[in-house]
């Protein structure tokens, strides 16, 4: 163990939950299980400290100027890594000191080269309500509120984060009331009691922001939820060594605040997956990773807030109805650039030499975005009271076009900036004119044509004459190294001129890092109006997409109010019609209102006609609406919605240990149990993972249950190929038959994808098959069985109802207990005797079944 081993292991001990990144010059290092860890993660080689195996100590390394990417990947695969850094300059005197700097986690990486960034979400539970708090570092957005265990769940899983704050002793709590997010992989950290405190953190955040109370802000101070706010403030500074002086404020959530879309919705919908055939990829014409990281947020967390709602929409339609306002902002918001991540990196500490001219470049554009949105007074109401001016012409005076990554590079600070600065890079910038003119008065002086002056990193300024003449040398040259074909000298003029050189360099760098930190300290001063400025930025961009692409795709204003009606005509699901290119859409209706009744929609048809993409529409254009955003659809008139629950496609979940049965059986549950008046339910397939009667009785069931709820009536779409489901719409009220139209002239199979107020009588199924490929032999056999098992259905079903509800008993229970018996019993284990008693028994239940006497 040398000492710079022993002092990374007093390092590791300090964060043994970390990898430990060891600065070693330009490399970090890892050491002993760490180095093995990394290796394997990151496929990068395992070395050795040491050539003899009884003193190998396995050792891995990756450049410090790309660290990033490594630290991405580790992140993804669930690590938390701390940076260990030299913080002291090398002198040859001993060992360097190092400290730990900062912790990544999956919460708060903020990669340097990447729009997005980690999320935290903080929970505390007190038994009957959860205290949620969701901060964004990269954007510094915080929001905090307090909710039933139930909506508790369902903001978190919402919001998808990358890491959990947990209050040390409720993990318990957590995996009971958050189930899908704990059984999801998330990474939960536990953090002490202190943490989550609630009337001392209040009193914290008060203490950070400079106001009395939080009440400011709209929260109570003994609201369960600021203790959860100053838990994820907190784990954010201390993780990363600095005061986030960018999150200058609090945002209430309020139950009621938000459509509420929570991970399994927002997966089946394909909601914001990176990628493309997504709502986001269709939304997306952001000019700025702000805006795009704001259009997420957008989609993912609607709106219920009318009024908020319809101002929204008023600048879409100012924005959609100006083509030449829509062009003046779209070409002032691509010269802004992420000005929300940089404010954050550098109150993190992380900041580089861009960050802060990227702060500089879009204030600088801001005056001009101002000025183009005030005569507009739906935009004029967004601009953000606060000016940032001064700043602005300070970081344009003070920072070169071309900043180099790091500052001790040179060439952060502009010419002309600072006189001090310039008077030593211009003795810098004359050093090779000075050189050539002393080496060409050496030669006169000397007598030796072919004598040169040059410089050289390790040995300095010198005087190289080759051996032939170094006899030549006058007594004043000292001899300085000695070469194969040359001997090399110096003398006080030129030592001196080193020297100045050497000064010049170092008086540079210091003068450029003392004018780069008053900057910085500028830059941060103004936290509080840059990000008011960049939630402007991105608001606008967002606003700006949205129109952009209303206005190209015909899109429409939506009406929003309190009733219960889902009345579309025309609706088109706007990603398929993007991936569609030059080919039409079909458009379709929904009609859900008071006045017909009607509530549910059972869907009915063949694969391959639509039926998933008609409930998708529906979905897409509910969230949409409530964005603020105009609607792909002729016209629209939809009763606010509070959720929006979905049951789409088949997968399982290995390793979580769920078929995709139970996949398909928890997320009805999740509906089941939470929706409301106000909810949208999508439910498609249900019941088809699992046997024909099973599946059927569980939709069956689950579409009575949805119906009959006297305190929960949400409108609801279910797709299904259990066509016995179609008698309902006689049996219940409020329930109406809808198929998708197939087309079977001239002899052959045509989907309309359009829908139509009837039952469909069969699934074609086989049809599909035929389209799909599948060989003529298998498509006549399936023929072939299909018409004995329809023909043995209809004899066993028919003419038996439900004598206590008047409705169709889908089949005879009594049967399948029989079957089942038969199926389970082992001749080759029985007796003659029993086999024979068996099939009495058998006999004598059949009959009764069958009423026979």
Sequence with gaps: MTPMLEQYVEWKDAYPDCLLFFRMGDFYEMFFDDAEIASSVLDI???????????????????????????????????????????????GKGLLEREVTRVVTPGTWLPENSDDGGKIAACLFDGKSTAVALLEPAGGALRAGTFSNEGGAAVMSAFMPDEILLRRGQRELFEKNCPGLASRGVIVTECEKGYFAVEQGAAWLCRKWGIASLSAMGLDDRDLAAGAAAAAVKYLEETQFSNADNISSLTPMLPKENLVLDQSTQVNLELADKGQATLFWVLNRCRTPMGRRALKEWITSPLQDLDEISRRQDMIETLAGDGRLRAGLAELLSRCRDMGKSLSRLTLKMGLPYDVQSVGVTLGVVPEIVSLVSDYPALARIVPQCDTSELAALLRAAVADNVPRFVRDGGVIRSGFDAELDEWRDKAAHSSEWLARFEESERERTGIKNLKAGVNKVFGYYIEIPKASASKAPMDYVRKQTLVGAERFITEELKRFEHDMFRAEGEILAIEERIYARLVGEVLGHSSEIQLTANFISALDVLLSLAAVASERGYTRPTLDMSKDFIVKNARHPVIEVTLGKNPFTPNDFNFSAENGRRIALITGPNMAGKSTYLRTAALIAIMAHMGSFVPAESAKIGLIDRVFTRIGARDELARGQSTFMVEMVETANILRHATDRSLVILDEVGRGTSTYDGLSIAWSVVEFLQGQEHAQPRVLFATHYHELTQLADLLPGIVNLSMGVDESAGRIVFLHKIIEAPSDRSYGIEVARLAGVPSAVLRRSQELLAQFEEKAEARNENVKNSSQNQLTLFDVRQEAILEELAACDPNNMTPLAALELVMRLRGESRKVLGFK
């Design 45 to 91: 080689a395992l070395t050795s400290r040491s050539k003899e195996n009884e003193y190998k100590i396995p050792m891995a390394g990756v450049p410090y100027h790309s660290v990033d990417s490594y630290l991405g990947r580790l992140i993804s695969a669930g690590y938390r890594v701390a940076i260990c850094e030299q913080i002291t300059e090398p002198d």
